[in-house]
């Protein structure tokens, strides 16, 4: 089964996990909101299915382009 990586589109810090893993989520939902220069970014499933893995926790700092979760379909 094809797994899709979901990465941080910014600098930043991880400010609040929304999804667990295991949890169901449909394309476009948030799994994570990341802050940045003040700002709250969401960091949004690109496909639909379960959360197989969080890389990261809150309060955790990461790089754009950084793997934070991962969707199994």
Known sequence: MATTNV????????WKIEKQEGDSVVAGEAIMVLESMK????????????????????????????VVAVVTP
Not at 7 to 14: L, S
Not at 45 to 62: C, T
């Open 7 to 14: 990465e941080a589109i910014v600098t930043g810090k991880v």
């Open 39 to 66: 700002m709250e970014i969401p960091v949004e499933a690109p496909v639909a299915g379960r959360v197989g893995r969080l890389s990261v926790a809150e309060g955790d700092s990461v790089t754009e382009g950084d």
